[in-house]
């Protein structure tokens, strides 16, 4: 189907700081009168990581507005800081030194002054004259009650913000800026007009014991009913655990009842009753009672030669660091795959929540909840024809502030063939904010061994041996998160780790690589060229799941293609953008953008088609749940003595990886490692 889209291009929205006196701004982030009671450790931490990196001006001086950047937070009350004023050792308290030069009086003196200027010559100005400079974009995580806030602004349908476009391209009237004449250029008020096509969506293979044995999604979306599980996956031992205290221990036991039948209903081998009943406890004691549970269940199964196969876990709303705590615990010191469920849904246990959760449950003890019937039937050019692996490949930094914490890369492959749905994944922490995958191979020396080789690629291409009995002959890696400024540069350093990995296996190894980029931080918008033509947009106005633009606003030389493979739901649909930077398989557009497309419709959690291709979204989830096995740093980094000037003493260095080496994560238990433990 061929029809015009309309295009735009950046777009965006931003979160800004308020220009407030910097005490207004500390008042407000603590939420109470900061005049009252001195400020605790944990205050002083969460101020310094609002205020690091924030330009403020100084108001005491009069007209002289003179700006700084801050650097952080004395460890002493401004009552408390002094500083030499001449050469004789003649010393000043800061509260003085502001009375007489500038006639100041300080009132606030329990409070700890701003750090700005440099480590080697730290400046320390008092809070309260000081304001923030206005203007500043606001780079650090927001809370969820900002998210909210922000997205009601943003959140758009497509007609409502191709009329905000335009009207914001006439106001600023840009066809008239003098700049833009001076240079020739023309500025058209007008859209991009230009051509797409909308891809069939592929039929997807059901278990033949079920009422419908296959389905044709419509509209990027379909359901279970009347379907069961292509690979149902089996939990003959399971136990369950509430850390919610709300929750009654009959309630956990109906809740487990009710999704045992929903696993079995959707086509998994699911005992119907747990291990050991439902164990009730604190969310402070979570590791002693994963671990004296798991401990109670295996002396029970231990001696019929099983394992136990999965946990159901029961949280609270809000639970804090439970989470990630018990994901740590269960997948790096107890080899246990677990679902957790929230206290609200325990209690509206519905069917359409029932279903998602077995979904997740099936692929997380290695089932396969759908394929695509062209995989099953050989009909995908370059993969059905010679065994195929597909890479996803993603790295995620920590939040900006964060500068002690490391980046987290995450490489997940496909451990089926001709299926390509089942996808074993690894994690692994490397330096701050570093982008090339430092793990995807290794070399080592060993005492024993002498010279080994190793690293994320090569222990994947080893998986799939196992599983498949066969070695890839060609090899797929889509690789999410790099800007286009860092495209050669890790196009280069990770497929010479591509093909070292390879050669490693053996001498003469070297299948042809696809190497794609997968990028959806970018502002460009695709609009119906009719809004109100059905055949062309979906229920919430987006343009249509499966719309392809392979011309006009993509490279004029290169091989890239925007794709909106997944139906809107709210705002306006953002289309991913695929850019191929090494292609040996020899893809034609066509063959490139179908299997991409096609594959968007193999998500294991739901049965809608997703936004982007599933291998990049696991690496993504799995290098998220990563972050979760780090040691939590809540140490205030960068704090400094006193001294109103001179060198800083007691604060420890804010950059540990310049040349420290980053501390491993904890290894993944081999048993989670095979199955898709991050959905």
């Known amino acids: 189907m061929i029809y015009m889209v309309f295009i735009l291009a950046d777009m965006s929205s931003t979160a800004f700081i308020e220009p407030l006196p910097v005490i207004d701004f500390v008042a407000q982030l603590l939420s109470r009168d900061i005049s009252v009671r001195p400020l605790s450790d944990s205050d002083r931490v ?107 602004v943003t959140c758009q349908r497509p007609q409502e913000r191709e009329k905000d476009i335009l009207q914001t391209v006439h106001h600023n009237a840009y066809y008239e800026d003098p700049y833009a004449q001076e240079f020739g250029i023309k500025i058209d008020e007008r859209l991009a007009s230009v051509e797409a096509r909308v891809l069939p969506p592929p039929r997807l293979k059901y278990h033949d014991s079920g009422r419908e044995k296959d389905v044709l999604p419509r509209i990027g979306q379909w359901n279970m009913m009347n379907k069961k599980m292509v690979n149902g996956g089996r939990v003959s031992h399971w136990a369950c655990i509430n850390f919610s205290r709300n929750v009654q221990d009959s309630a956990a036991r109906g809740f487990c009842h009710e999704l045992a039948i929903m696993c079995q209903i959707s086509g998994m081998d699911f005992a119907p009753e747990p291990v050991l009943p439902p164990l009730t406890a604190r969310p402070e004691h979570v590791e002693r009672a994963l671990k004296a549970r798991y401990q109670d269940a295996m002396n029970i199964i231990r001696p019929q030669g099983r394992e136990l196969d999965l946990l159901i876990v029961i949280l609270p709303d809000n639970n804090g660091s439970l989470y990630g705590d018990l994901k740590r615990i269960c997948e790096t010191d107890l080899g246990l795959v677990s679902q957790c469920c929230l206290t609200k849904h325990v209690f509206k246990m519905s069917k359409q929540y029932l279903a998602n959760v077995a979904l997740k449950i099936n692929v997380k003890v290695g089932g396969r909840n759908t394929v695509l019937v062209d995989a099953l039937t050989r009909r995908i050019p370059l993969v059905s024809d010679r065994p195929t692996i597909i890479f996803g490949a993603d790295v995620t930094h920590p939040h900006p502030g964060e500068d002690s914490s490391p980046s987290i890369a995450a490489v997940v492959a496909s451990q089926d063939w001709p299926e390509v749905t089942k996808y074993a994944g690894l994690v692994s922490a490397q330096a701050h904010r570093q982008e090339l995958i430092q793990d995807l191979f290794k070399v080592w020396q060993d005492p024993q061994r002498g010279t080994v080789t190793g690293g994320m690629i090569k222990e994947l291409l080893i998986s799939f041996k196992r599983a498949t009995g066969q070695k890839p002959q060609r090899i797929i890696f889509y690789r999410d998160g790099v800007s286009e400024g860092q495209f050669y540069q890790v196009l280069l350093y990770e497929l010479d780790a591509i093909r070292k990995a390879c050669a490693s296996l053996e001498p003469n190894y070297q299948p042809p690589v696809t190497f794609v980029v997968v990028q959806k931080r970018h502002h460009t918008r695709l609009f119906a060229n009719n809004h109100n033509d059905q055949r062309t947009v979906d229920r919430s106005g987006n343009i249509l799941p499966g719309t392809v633009v392979d011309s006009k606003i993509c490279h004029p030389t290169e091989f890239d293609f925007y794709l909106c493979s997944h139906a809107g739901i709210q705002g306006t649909s953002r289309p991913a953008h695929y850019h191929v930077l090494w292609d040996e398989n020899k893809f034609t557009a066509d063959e490139l953008q179908t299997l991409t497309n096609n594959l968007c419709y193999t998500y294991a959690r739901c049965t809608r088609s997703v936004s982007i291709v599933p291998p990049a979204y696991y690496a993504h989830l799995a290098a998220f749940r990563a972050r979760f096995y780090m040691e939590p740093d809540t140490s205030d980094s960068g704090s400094m003595a006193s001294g109103a000037r001179g060198p800083p003493q007691g604060g420890r260095n804010t950059r540990p990886f310049g040349n420290v080496a980053v501390r491993p994560l904890p290894a993944l238990k081999e048993n989670v490692k095979r199955v898709m433990f991050y959905c």
């Open 46 to 152: 969460k101020i310094k990581k609002a205020l690091r990196g924030v330009k403020v001006e100084v108001t005491h001086r009069g007209n002289m507005r003179r700006k700084y950047r801050i650097s952080g937070l004395t460890s002493q009350a401004t009552r408390e800081l002094s500083f030499p004023v001449d050469d004789r050792g003649t010393v000043k308290t800061v509260v003085q030194y502001f009375l007489e030069t500038y006639g100041f009086n300080i009132q606030h003196t329990t409070l700890p002054c701003l750090q700005v200027g440099n480590q080697q010559r730290p400046n320390y100005l008092p809070m309260e004259v000081c304001k923030i400079v206005e203007g500043q974009r606001y780079s650090k995580r927001l809370n969820e009650k900002q998210i909210t806030a922000l997205l009601k």
